[in-house]
């Protein structure tokens, strides 16, 4: 079996001898973009390339990029745990051509890395292409059909819509159509009773997407029309666990040795096993999904903290903690135990977990203790609430007090209550949360008079409440 180091060194070889510079991993946090927390892609480093607003050095590169998907427009956090095959943070493996090679080479070399190279069975794989779109006036990826048909059969060559299959940074800027590769791991005899083909986009655990190979060429104009662009681009965009689960002949990442050294380890720390009851596989697969989460964070210099990306990263290692309080019974910090063998696995081709292993391990441990000083308290008063409760919705006041006086995050609060079958009235919860800015704005301007001054309206995504993709207004005050 190919482990999984070995898995991503091949991958970056293989494009290396194709003349691709390999890159390092841009940071996961990110500092400098006001429309973006976290690397959610791996083109996100070479945005400024795609836009023409910089000029590359090399015109082909390849890397592994980490990752994390918890806001915004590609929220996974929901699935994570749940489902076998969406994490938080993740490797996506990536080959690029700034203005260099098109639809022929990306395809061609997709598949022979994937077929000759790694040897998947081709009647494992579908692909998609676009299959155009009349009201957009966009038309069907022909080019790339009658490319993908020199390699693969027709019949395993589906169409994709517009949301799947087209990909566009913004309302305006590059974009274009993608062709997705799809892998089919399931038995024989599942085989046999539905088609794969029936199966691929349709969220079945067995029959996954691998491989996003976005052909960018058009430019989408202020006024919605669209323009060849003079340079064509390739961006791709492969999720390597999920490969490491093909290649290693899994049915869940999580059983690929990305993981299964982490799940070994939180057995033994906790004292549970994995595989033998659904609520325990989900706290387990939750807990070593969201280590790996904070850990590159902290890494990249991101502590949690109450406010942007940082309190994203306190709400992920929040939710791994309640996960190991009530599933795994844990009530004292152990999360940060699992750094070791963390850096351990991964410090060859991310170093900084080696040189931060002290401070990630630090501050996670801290964390866990101030969570978990309150979270016992918390947890009985939300269950003194849903007792009490006549309706099945419960009020953001309750859940506001959760958030306020005991560390809750929204979601988690949330989370807690969809799992006893109760809903949160989450206006409710804003209107306190509202409430709170007043009273904290009118407390700053009495107690420091013109010491303060009001310097912007600053929009700000209020991330506490992300989840539901509201922004809340906050004012910032700075001394003068
Ligand atoms: P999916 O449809 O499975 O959610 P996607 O279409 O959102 O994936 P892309 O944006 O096309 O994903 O990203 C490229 C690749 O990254 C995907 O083909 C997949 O292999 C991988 N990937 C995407 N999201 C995740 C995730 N949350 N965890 C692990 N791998 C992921
Ligand atoms: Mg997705
Ligand atoms: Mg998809
Ligand atoms: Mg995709």
């Excluded at 050095?57 to 915004?72: A, E, F, I, P, Y």
């Excluded at 009647?123 to 020199?150: C, H, N, P, S």
């Excluded at 209107?431 to 309206?457: F, M, N, P, Y």
Aim: aromatic share 10%; charged share 30%.
């Amino acid at each position: 079996m190919m482990q999984s180091q070995e898995i991503r060194k091949q991958f970056l070889a293989f494009f290396e001898n194709k003349k691709h510079t390999i890159v390092p991993s841009a940071p996961m946090v990110i500092k400098d973009d006001p429309t973006l927390m976290f690397t959610n892609a791996g083109m996100n480093q070479f945005k400024e390339f795609f836009l023409g607003n910089k000029k590359p050095k090399n015109s082909r590169v390849t890397d592994t990029q980490k990752c994390l998907r918890v806001s915004g427009k590609h929220n996974d956090l929901e699935e994570v745990g749940k489902d076998t095959y969406h994490h938080t943070m993740f490797e996506m493996l990536g080959n690029w051509s700034f203005g260099d090679y098109f639809k022929k080479e990306a395809i061609q070399w997709a598949w022979e890395l994937l077929t000759e190279v790694f040897k998947v069975d081709k009647d494992m794989l579908y692909v998609t292409i676009f299959e155009g779109d009349e009201k957009e006036g966009l038309q069907r990826d022909t080019e790339a059909y009658d490319i993908w048909k020199e390699f693969i059969s027709e019949d395993r060559i589906l169409n994709g819509n517009k949301k799947d299959n087209f990909w566009e940074m913004g309302e305006q800027g590059p974009c274009g159509p993608c062709s997705e590769i799809h892998v089919d791991i399931r038995s024989a005899e599942e085989k046999a009773k539905v088609p794969g083909k029936d199966l691929v986009n349709k969220d079945h655990p067995e029959v996954i997407e691998v491989w996003n190979l976005v052909f960018i060429q058009f430019n989408r104009k202020a006024d919605s029309s669209l323009e060849e662009l003079p340079a064509q681009h390739i961006d791709t965009g492969m999720g390597f666990e999920r490969l490491c689960m093909v290649l290693q002949n899994k049915k869940s990442n999580y059983d690929t040795d990305v993981f299964t050294p982490l799940i070994r380890e939180i057995e033994t720390i906790t004292n549970s096993k994995y595989g033998k009851e659904e609520e325990i596989d989900i706290a387990i697969r939750v807990i070593a999904d969201h280590v790996r989460a904070v850990s590159f964070a902290i890494a990249d210099g991101q502590l949690p903290s109450n406010t942007g990306a940082g309190y994203v990263i306190r709400r992920i290692l929040r939710r791994a903690i309640r996960y190991g309080f009530t599933f795994l019974n844990e009530k004292e910090p152990f999360i940060y135990k699992l750094v070791d063998t963390l850096e351990n696995q991964m410090h060859e081709a991310f170093p900084e977990l080696r040189s931060q292993k002290g401070i990630i391990e630090n501050v996670i441990k801290e964390e866990e203790h101030s969570f978990l000083r309150t979270l016992d308290q918390g947890l009985q008063l939300l269950d003194n609430v849903i007792a009490g409760s006549k309706s099945k919705t419960i009020s953001g006041k309750k859940a506001f007090e959760l958030y306020d006086t005991y560390g809750f995050p929204i979601d988690l609060t949330a989370l807690i209550l969809s799992e006893k079958g109760f809903e949160l009235d989450t206006e409710s919860f804003d209107v306190e949360l509202q409430k709170q800015k007043e009273r904290s704005r009118k407390a700053t301007k009495i107690e420091t008079g013109d010491w303060h001054e009001l310097i912007e309206d600053d929009e700000e995504e209020f991330v506490g409440y992300d989840m539901l993709q509201t922004k809340v207004k906050i004012t910032r005050y700075r001394k003068v």
